[in-house]
T-cell receptor, first 113, second 114 residues
């Protein structure tokens, strides 16, 4: 167990809908990272937050947004969902901003129908 | 831009034999290199990293990796494979300036047969 929790574990929704994925980092970790893992695109870095502020941005679509709250948990919002958004979404955390050792949660499997 | 290549989709070894999972990278500046392992229906687990220092890096579960700057490689190795090492392995790279923005390879499935 990495200490990173993600909810929900599975999510099934229809195209055009909006969903929110939640992540709680390991105790004491200030950085949260979001990744998308799909068969066709592999593991893609989406975005990093450090202590509430956006720190690095990857291949995140404009339809997606994230935030980190004062209690350090983070939410990834996915809107206007498309079939291609079906994937496993991972959250990871690390103590600092460097991300040298990231601890991954179990993931949320999103299925868009 | 940074990139990682894991040239083998699948590596098969017999238990007790040495294993190597290959990784090559491209990055501007000094590379920060990582290996992660993913078991079925689980998140990734950190194995080891190279930031600076000795080219041979030792990590979790008896794994090690060798950084070779001239060949831009960071191959994962283990002297004696276990059946329980069977999993999906990811190599990742980032440069020193880009915070947590790591680029991951496509992954290599390691199968260790008894």
């Amino acid at each position: 167990d990495s200490g990173v929790t993600q909810t929900p574990k599975h999510l099934i929704t229809a195209t055009g809908q909006r969903v929110t994925l939640r992540c709680s980092p390991r105790s004491g970790d200030l950085s949260v990272y979001w990744y998308q893992q799909s068969l066709d695109q592999g593991l893609q870095f989406l975005i990093q937050y450090y202590n509430g502020e956006e720190r690095a941005k990857g291949n995140i679509l404009e339809r997606f947004s994230a935030q980190q709250f004062p209690d350090l948990h983070s939410e990834l919002n996915l809107s206007s969902l498309e079939l291609g958004d079906s994937a496993l979404y991972f959250c990871a955390s690390s103590a600092g901003t460097s991300g040298y050792e990231q601890y991954f949660g179990p993931g949320t499997r999103l299925t868009v129908t | 831009a940074q990139s990682v290549a894991q040239p083998e989709d699948q590596v098969n070894v017999a238990e007790g034999n040495p294993l190597t999972v290959k990784c090559t990278y491209s990055v501007s500046g000094n590379p920060y290199l990582f290996w992660y392992v993913q078991y079925p229906n689980r998140g990734l687990q950190f194995l080891l990293k190279y930031i600076t220092g000795d080219n041979l890096v030792k990590g979790s579960y008896g794994f090690e990796a060798e950084f070779n700057k001239s060949q831009t490689s960071f191959h994962l190795k283990k002297p004696s494979a276990l059946v329980s090492d069977s999993a999906l392995y990811f190599c990742a790279v980032r440069d020193g300036t880009n915070a947590g923005k790591s680029t991951f390879g496509d992954g290599t499935t390691l199968t260790v047969k008894p």
